[in-house]
């Protein structure tokens, strides 16, 4: 913490572009949470009509929130 406090740090604004960039991110994130909770739910009948491969499914459920 006396390192961040050294470099001038103390008095940090975060800009409001800087802010607006979080927001959008904590969205993504949730909504990416949203997405693959349903997709765990979904029945077989219903992944087959999305017509991905199971080995595909199973990836996109086993990421974290953050990846893409």
């Given at each position: ?17 800087s ?19 349903q ?30």
């Open positions: 913490m006396a390192a961040i406090i050294e470099h001038g740090l103390r008095n940090y604004q975060p800009s409001r572009y802010l607006r960039a979080l927001w959008a991110t904590l969205r993504c994130w949730r909504r990416r949470v949203r997405e693959r909770a997709l765990a739910t979904m029945r077989e009948r219903e992944l087959h009509d999305l017509g991905l491969p199971h080995g595909d499914i199973y990836a996109e459920l086993q990421k974290p929130f953050w990846r893409e």
